[in-house]
């Protein structure tokens, strides 16, 4: 059974040499307590690598994902490997609520960061 988190809000972000998409459950008075960062970078010599940071653990490398599918308010990603922050798990789930910035967050973002992963669905 995948891992599944239900988040409250997604962020996207633009820097100089990456884009990131946030997915953050927020306390009551506005601290981060669990999070997942999906980040694209880009290199000086133009690899591009996706890396996803759960919790402050580090995961990335040009074949980490296999694939991503967008179904609403749900993003599933797919790992080429199980993963050891996962509990040697394949696949994340991560749900989120449907509010307006959190759609536009993922609307704006899912295609720029995931790029030719996201395989398929519907925002």
């Known amino acids: ?30 601290d981060i307590e669990d999070y997942v960062l999906i980040m694209r970078t880009v290199e000086e010599d133009f690899d591009e690598s996706i890396y996803v940071e759960i919790n402050e653990k ?5 074949d980490l994902l ?32 449907a509010t307006e910035s959190n759609l536009g967050s993922v609307e704006k973002g899912a295609f720029r960061v995931l790029g030719e992963v996201l395989a398929g669905g519907s925002a």
Do not use: C
Not at 67 to 87: I, K, S, Y
């Open 66 to 97: 296999q694939e991503a599918r967008l179904l609403g308010n749900t993003l599933t990603l797919v790992f080429n490997e199980p993963v050891t922050a996962l509990d040697k798990r394949k696949e994340l789930v991560l749900t989120f609520l």
């Open 58 to 62: 580090q995961l990335g490398g040009h």
């Open 1 to 30: 059974m995948p891992r599944k988190l239900v988040y409250d809000t997604v962020a996207f972000d633009v820097r100089d040499n990456a884009t990131m998409l946030l997915f953050a459950r927020t306390s009551e008075h506005g």
